[in-house]
T-cell receptor, first 114, second 114 residues
Framework: EADIYQTPRYLVIGTGKKITLECSQT?????MYWYQQDPGMELHLIHY???????EKGDLSSESTVSRIRTEHFPLTLESARPSHTSQYLC?????????????FGQGTRLTVV | GQQLNQSPQSMFIQEGEDVSMNCTSS?????WLWYKQDPGEGPVLLIA???AGELTSNGRLTAQFGITRKDSFLNISASIPSDVGIYFC??????????????WGAGTKLIIKP
Protein backbone atom coordinates (compact mmCIF):
# COMPACT_ATOMS: atom_id res chain seq x y z
CA GLU A 1 0.00 0.00 0.00
CA ALA A 2 1.17 3.49 -0.86
CA ASP A 3 1.58 5.93 2.00
CA ILE A 4 0.78 9.30 0.56
CA TYR A 5 -1.63 11.65 2.25
CA GLN A 6 -3.48 14.74 1.14
CA THR A 7 -5.33 17.24 3.30
CA PRO A 8 -7.93 18.50 3.27
CA ARG A 9 -10.09 16.00 1.33
CA TYR A 10 -12.67 18.66 0.61
CA LEU A 11 -12.39 22.45 0.68
CA VAL A 12 -14.98 25.10 -0.09
CA ILE A 13 -13.54 28.58 -0.04
CA GLY A 14 -14.43 32.08 -1.13
CA THR A 15 -12.93 33.92 -4.08
CA GLY A 16 -9.72 35.75 -3.30
CA LYS A 17 -8.67 33.57 -0.38
CA LYS A 18 -5.20 32.08 -0.12
CA ILE A 19 -5.12 28.31 0.24
CA THR A 20 -2.52 25.61 0.68
CA LEU A 21 -3.15 21.99 -0.20
CA GLU A 22 -0.96 19.61 1.77
CA CYS A 23 0.69 16.46 0.47
CA SER A 24 3.00 14.17 2.41
CA GLN A 25 4.51 10.78 1.65
CA THR A 26 6.33 8.41 3.96
CA UNK A 27 7.95 6.23 1.30
CA UNK A 28 11.09 8.32 0.85
CA UNK A 29 10.28 8.87 -2.82
CA UNK A 30 12.41 11.47 -4.53
CA UNK A 31 9.83 12.49 -7.13
CA MET A 32 6.51 14.13 -6.41
CA TYR A 33 3.75 15.47 -8.67
CA TRP A 34 0.58 17.53 -8.63
CA TYR A 35 -2.19 16.78 -11.10
CA GLN A 36 -5.41 18.64 -11.75
CA GLN A 37 -8.45 16.63 -12.77
CA ASP A 38 -12.03 17.61 -13.51
CA PRO A 39 -14.59 14.91 -12.58
CA GLY A 40 -14.37 11.92 -14.89
CA MET A 41 -11.77 13.57 -17.07
CA GLU A 42 -8.09 13.03 -17.77
CA LEU A 43 -5.23 13.99 -15.47
CA HIS A 44 -3.20 17.11 -16.22
CA LEU A 45 0.27 17.56 -14.71
CA ILE A 46 0.64 21.03 -13.19
CA HIS A 47 3.81 20.72 -11.08
CA TYR A 48 6.54 18.21 -10.37
CA UNK A 49 9.66 17.88 -8.28
CA UNK A 50 12.66 15.61 -8.69
CA UNK A 51 13.96 16.26 -5.20
CA UNK A 52 14.45 18.83 -2.45
CA UNK A 53 14.62 22.41 -3.76
CA UNK A 54 13.66 21.20 -7.26
CA UNK A 55 10.31 22.23 -8.74
CA GLU A 56 9.10 22.51 -12.32
CA LYS A 57 5.87 23.46 -14.03
CA GLY A 58 3.93 20.76 -15.80
CA ASP A 59 2.12 20.65 -19.11
CA LEU A 60 -0.98 22.49 -17.90
CA SER A 61 -0.47 26.10 -16.97
CA SER A 62 -1.51 26.79 -13.40
CA GLU A 63 -1.55 29.87 -11.20
CA SER A 64 -0.60 27.73 -8.24
CA THR A 65 2.91 27.43 -6.81
CA VAL A 66 4.69 24.60 -5.03
CA SER A 67 7.67 24.12 -2.76
CA ARG A 68 9.84 21.15 -1.82
CA ILE A 69 11.81 21.95 1.30
CA ARG A 70 11.63 18.41 2.66
CA THR A 71 11.62 15.14 0.75
CA GLU A 72 8.33 14.01 2.23
CA HIS A 73 6.36 17.25 1.83
CA PHE A 74 5.10 18.93 -1.38
CA PRO A 75 2.48 21.60 -0.66
CA LEU A 76 0.58 23.49 -3.35
CA THR A 77 -0.49 27.10 -2.80
CA LEU A 78 -3.01 29.34 -4.51
CA GLU A 79 -2.44 32.97 -3.52
CA SER A 80 -5.89 34.11 -4.62
CA ALA A 81 -8.47 31.44 -5.34
CA ARG A 82 -10.94 31.92 -8.20
CA PRO A 83 -13.96 29.87 -9.34
CA SER A 84 -11.90 28.66 -12.33
CA HIS A 85 -9.64 26.86 -9.82
CA THR A 86 -12.50 24.58 -8.82
CA SER A 87 -11.28 21.04 -9.52
CA GLN A 88 -9.80 17.94 -7.95
CA TYR A 89 -6.10 18.13 -7.13
CA LEU A 90 -4.15 14.88 -6.93
CA CYS A 91 -0.70 14.47 -5.44
CA UNK A 92 1.54 11.55 -6.40
CA UNK A 93 5.04 10.30 -5.77
CA UNK A 94 7.43 7.87 -7.40
CA UNK A 95 10.80 6.34 -6.79
CA UNK A 96 13.20 6.23 -9.73
CA UNK A 97 15.46 3.64 -8.14
CA UNK A 98 15.80 0.62 -10.37
CA UNK A 99 14.33 2.48 -13.32
CA UNK A 100 10.76 2.07 -12.12
CA UNK A 101 8.32 4.92 -12.70
CA UNK A 102 5.17 3.75 -10.93
CA UNK A 103 3.38 6.73 -9.42
CA UNK A 104 1.37 6.35 -6.22
CA PHE A 105 -1.49 8.75 -5.59
CA GLY A 106 -3.11 10.34 -2.60
CA GLN A 107 -6.89 10.44 -2.24
CA GLY A 108 -7.08 13.93 -3.69
CA THR A 109 -8.42 17.30 -2.55
CA ARG A 110 -11.67 18.44 -4.09
CA LEU A 111 -11.55 22.23 -4.19
CA THR A 112 -14.61 24.40 -4.74
CA VAL A 113 -14.18 28.14 -5.00
CA VAL A 114 -17.39 30.12 -4.60
CA GLY B 1 5.02 15.85 -28.23
CA GLN B 2 4.06 12.34 -27.29
CA GLN B 3 0.38 11.46 -27.47
CA LEU B 4 -1.54 8.54 -26.09
CA ASN B 5 -4.95 7.40 -27.34
CA GLN B 6 -7.12 5.28 -25.07
CA SER B 7 -10.22 3.46 -26.22
CA PRO B 8 -13.03 2.97 -25.81
CA GLN B 9 -14.03 6.14 -24.00
CA SER B 10 -16.76 4.26 -22.13
CA MET B 11 -18.19 0.78 -21.95
CA PHE B 12 -21.57 -0.52 -20.87
CA ILE B 13 -21.34 -4.18 -19.96
CA GLN B 14 -23.33 -6.90 -18.27
CA GLU B 15 -22.03 -8.41 -15.08
CA GLY B 16 -20.01 -11.49 -15.92
CA GLU B 17 -18.83 -10.21 -19.30
CA ASP B 18 -15.18 -9.86 -20.26
CA VAL B 19 -13.86 -6.37 -20.90
CA SER B 20 -11.03 -5.18 -23.11
CA MET B 21 -9.53 -1.71 -23.49
CA ASN B 22 -6.35 -0.47 -25.10
CA CYS B 23 -3.93 2.39 -25.47
CA THR B 24 -1.76 3.36 -28.38
CA SER B 25 1.01 5.93 -28.49
CA SER B 26 2.52 8.00 -31.27
CA UNK B 27 6.02 6.99 -30.18
CA UNK B 28 7.82 4.16 -28.43
CA UNK B 29 7.27 3.74 -24.72
CA UNK B 30 9.47 1.88 -22.25
CA UNK B 31 6.84 1.62 -19.54
CA TRP B 32 3.09 1.03 -19.51
CA LEU B 33 1.01 1.39 -16.37
CA TRP B 34 -2.68 0.70 -15.80
CA TYR B 35 -4.66 2.44 -13.06
CA LYS B 36 -8.23 2.35 -11.77
CA GLN B 37 -9.94 5.37 -10.25
CA ASP B 38 -13.09 5.21 -8.16
CA PRO B 39 -15.26 8.34 -7.83
CA GLY B 40 -13.75 10.88 -5.47
CA GLU B 41 -10.54 8.90 -5.01
CA GLY B 42 -7.05 8.94 -6.45
CA PRO B 43 -5.99 6.44 -9.12
CA VAL B 44 -4.73 3.09 -7.85
CA LEU B 45 -2.04 1.18 -9.72
CA LEU B 46 -3.26 -2.15 -11.12
CA ILE B 47 -0.45 -3.44 -13.33
CA ALA B 48 3.00 -2.21 -14.37
CA UNK B 49 4.71 -3.39 -17.58
CA UNK B 50 8.36 -2.81 -18.41
CA UNK B 51 9.27 -5.16 -21.27
CA ALA B 52 7.94 -5.44 -24.81
CA GLY B 53 5.73 -8.52 -25.07
CA GLU B 54 5.33 -8.76 -21.30
CA LEU B 55 2.00 -10.24 -20.21
CA THR B 56 1.08 -9.73 -16.56
CA SER B 57 -1.96 -10.75 -14.54
CA ASN B 58 -3.43 -9.40 -11.33
CA GLY B 59 -6.39 -11.56 -10.36
CA ARG B 60 -9.01 -11.18 -13.10
CA LEU B 61 -6.98 -8.46 -14.80
CA THR B 62 -4.45 -9.12 -17.54
CA ALA B 63 -2.36 -6.51 -19.31
CA GLN B 64 0.18 -6.76 -22.12
CA PHE B 65 2.98 -4.53 -23.36
CA GLY B 66 2.75 -4.56 -27.16
CA ILE B 67 5.63 -5.91 -29.22
CA THR B 68 5.91 -2.64 -31.15
CA ARG B 69 6.26 -0.75 -27.83
CA LYS B 70 3.50 1.58 -29.01
CA ASP B 71 0.49 -0.10 -27.46
CA SER B 72 -0.89 -1.93 -24.46
CA PHE B 73 -4.17 -3.56 -23.58
CA LEU B 74 -6.00 -4.39 -20.38
CA ASN B 75 -8.50 -7.23 -20.11
CA ILE B 76 -10.90 -7.84 -17.24
CA SER B 77 -12.50 -11.26 -17.10
CA ALA B 78 -15.92 -12.00 -15.62
CA SER B 79 -16.68 -8.43 -14.59
CA ILE B 80 -18.32 -7.74 -11.25
CA PRO B 81 -20.04 -4.58 -9.93
CA SER B 82 -16.92 -3.35 -8.10
CA ASP B 83 -15.08 -3.16 -11.44
CA VAL B 84 -17.04 0.00 -12.18
CA GLY B 85 -14.82 3.04 -12.41
CA ILE B 86 -12.43 4.80 -14.74
CA TYR B 87 -9.39 2.95 -16.04
CA PHE B 88 -6.36 4.96 -17.11
CA CYS B 89 -3.31 3.89 -19.01
CA UNK B 90 -0.06 5.78 -18.59
CA UNK B 91 3.24 5.42 -20.35
CA UNK B 92 6.74 6.73 -20.24
CA UNK B 93 8.79 7.29 -23.37
CA UNK B 94 12.46 7.71 -24.06
CA UNK B 95 14.55 10.85 -24.10
CA UNK B 96 15.51 13.50 -21.60
CA UNK B 97 12.23 15.39 -21.95
CA UNK B 98 10.27 12.34 -20.88
CA UNK B 99 12.44 11.30 -17.97
CA UNK B 100 10.20 10.21 -15.11
CA UNK B 101 7.14 11.91 -16.55
CA UNK B 102 4.15 9.84 -17.44
CA UNK B 103 1.89 10.44 -20.44
CA TRP B 104 -1.76 9.71 -19.56
CA GLY B 105 -4.65 8.37 -21.55
CA ALA B 106 -8.04 10.06 -21.29
CA GLY B 107 -9.55 7.07 -19.46
CA THR B 108 -12.10 4.35 -20.14
CA LYS B 109 -15.26 4.58 -18.04
CA LEU B 110 -16.65 1.16 -17.18
CA ILE B 111 -20.35 1.01 -16.41
CA ILE B 112 -22.27 -2.11 -15.55
CA LYS B 113 -25.79 -2.35 -16.95
CA PRO B 114 -28.42 -2.92 -14.29
Amino acid sequence: EADIYQTPRYLVIGTGKKITLECSQTMGHDKMYWYQQDPGMELHLIHYSYGVNSTEKGDLSSESTVSRIRTEHFPLTLESARPSHTSQYLCASSDSEGGRTEAFFGQGTRLTVV
Amino acid sequence: GQQLNQSPQSMFIQEGEDVSMNCTSSSIFNTWLWYKQDPGEGPVLLIALYKAGELTSNGRLTAQFGITRKDSFLNISASIPSDVGIYFCAGQGFGTDSNYQLIWGAGTKLIIKP
